[in-house]
């Protein structure tokens, strides 16, 4: 009978501990929860993993009044000619999350005062509810400041940029913002880059270094499947790294065509700074132009998952003065 006892008490106390213990992984959630809940106040963006989404960019708008916001009824989206109905819609008011991706090789090392302010006007001309992150990079990455909405906090980590020696990995920079940076497939939020850079990576023929491990035809397809949009912005560094560093004139060519041909995957402008001088307006520019940027999923009426190219296009309904731009299409596969 003491055994019996004994036993009934063992399991007693067996029980109140695993009691205990599922309570306490209930609290620690819900506190993981809120806590998630605090740290990102903005309403987030949901869309399903089977709509195609599109982020829309609407020009032609006066260039001295503010834009006004557009519906659901004045697109048509087509893909292969046939049109789509439209599952899901965002205003061009939506937050974004953007990345200020700054080429400080070469010699905008030797000019990183004038990037630091301009790129604090950047931070000044976003809009209050898009967050930002700022990464800088030569033959590798350095994350200065993960996504915020601190105004101050991301000047001063401008600040505190250092000066920057060597090489140019831009494909490589540009793939670890996409891999690592920006959260992929979770349409959580919009997402864009704003890169700055001369386009010139040590893996372009004739330009002495290693360069990028990643093809640019790599990179440009990790784009072209990406949720996000790019800004490239050229910076014109030819003339100086020509005499200076002996960089073939040809490589620049090169680059501005990759740049456009980024510009073009995500159906963006690739914006030209003359001289660093330049990019304040440039970064407004930019600005102006994202906040005209709708994002548009649908679910394609052709469920065939072939891998062949579907060709999209988005037209604007009774609105002769404006036009639409977005990527001109994708691959119809399940994402890898």
Known sequence: MQCRAANAGIMRTKAAKIFSLVLLCAFASLRENSVAVSQDPIETIRIDSDLVDLKVSVLGFAPNEPPPLLEPKDFLVLEDGVPQEISFFAAADAPFDLVLLLDLSGSNSRNLKMIRN????????????????????????????????????????IDDMDEAIGGTNFWDSMDYVLRDLIPQG?????????????????????????????????????????????????????????????????????????????????????????RLND???????????????????????????????????????????????TKRGYYAKTRS
């Open 118 to 157: 301009s790129a604090k006007r950047f931070v000044d001309a976003a809009r209050d509810v898009d967050r930002i992150a700022l990464v800088t990079f030569t033959d590798q990455p350095a994350l200065y400041s993960s996504f915020t909405l601190d105004r101050r906090k991301l000047k001063k980590t």
């Open 186 to 274: 979770s349409g959580l939020r919009r997402s864009a880059i704003v890169v700055m850079t001369d386009g010139i990576d040590n893996a372009l023929p004739d330009v002495p270094g290693p360069g990028s491990r990643l093809p640019f035809e790599a990179l440009l397809a990790r784009i072209r499947n990406s949720e996000s949009i790019v800004f490239p912005i050229y910076l014109d560094t030819e003339e100086e790294n020509v005499k200076r560093y002996h960089v073939p004139r040809a490589a620049y060519a090169l680059a501005r065509e990759q740049l456009g041909q980024i510009a073009g995957v995500c159906g963006t402008t690739m914006y030209r700074a003359s």
């Open 279 to 325: 990019l304040e307006a440039v970064y407004a520019q930019v600005v102006r132009d994202l906040s005209t940027v709708y994002s548009i999923g649908y679910r394609p009426t052709n469920k065939s998952l072939d891998g062949k190219w579907r060709n999209v296009e988005v037209l604007l309904i009774k609105r002769s003065d404006l036009s639409a731009r």
